[in-house]
Antibody
């Protein structure tokens, strides 16, 4: 069974930083594209960032480009999202998401973690 | 960016009746080389993460009940829930993966009448 468990969320002041983690099991980690999707409270879904299986290619939404960095450690089956210069618009639940392919990013999201809440407030 | 627009925003259906949700994209999601529509549907129940229901516009994910069906092509798509069950009360999202950034519809809330 695929398991994706996010951690690292919490409250931080505007301009601050957080690092999210996603511990994974139940599938061959290095053979899957992984993605972060976020959902502001009471709102819809927004794609944030994607990384391919070999960690050679990364992709970002314009809203986070230059502030967020996605990475993965295939030896630890863990996905990360380093978030810097956070603002109120970044307040959301962040979901770790698995995709069906190892490199092809034009795909659906087949498994989701429970999410971790990030709150940006002074 | 491809804009995905769902209608209606909310839908009240009686138990056992059919629910139909529309999703329109601002450009075609049909890739001519493989004749596939790059569209997925998700279900999100309160307090839970989204769950994949359908991909390639009409292929049900393993384990999804066959009362859920997807249809359409190009820019117009539908998700149909035949014989609504209690556990189907949720918000449903369409999502395109034809182009990056991958984008979602705003969601349709399905409730009991």
């Amino acid at each position: 069974e695929v398991q994706l468990v996010e951690s690292g969320g919490g409250w931080v002041q505007p301009g601050g930083s957080l690092r999210l983690s996603c511990a994974s099991s139940g599938f061959t980690f290095s053979k899957h594209v992984l993605t972060w999707v976020r959902q502001a409270p009471g709102r819809g879904l927004e794609w944030v960032s994607t990384i391919n299986g070999g960690a050679t290619s990364t992709y970002y939404a314009d809203s986070v480009k230059g502030r967020f960095t996605i990475s993965r450690d295939n030896s630890k089956n863990t996905l990360y999202l380093q978030m810097n210069n956070l603002g109120a618009d970044d307040t959301a639940t962040y979901f770790c998401v698995k995709e069906p392919n190892s490199d092809y990013i034009y795909s659906w999201f087949d498994s989701w973690g429970q999410g971790t809440l990030v709150t940006i407030s002074s | 960016d491809i804009v995905m627009t769902q209608s209606p925003d909310s839908l009240a259906v009686s138990l056992g009746e059919r629910a139909t949700i529309s999703c329109k994209s601002s450009q075609s999601l049909l890739y001519n080389s493989n004749k596939k529509n790059y569209l997925a549907w998700y279900q999100q129940k309160p307090g839970q993460p989204p769950k994949l229901l359908i991909y390639w516009a009409s292929t049900r994910q393993s384990g999804v009940p066959d009362r859920f069906s997807g249809g359409g092509s190009g820019t117009d798509f539908t998700l149909t829930i035949n014989s609504l069950q209690a556990e189907d009360v949720a918000v449903y999202y369409c999502q395109q993966y034809y182009d990056t950034p991958r984008t979602f519809g705003q969601g349709t809330k399905v409730e009991f009448k």
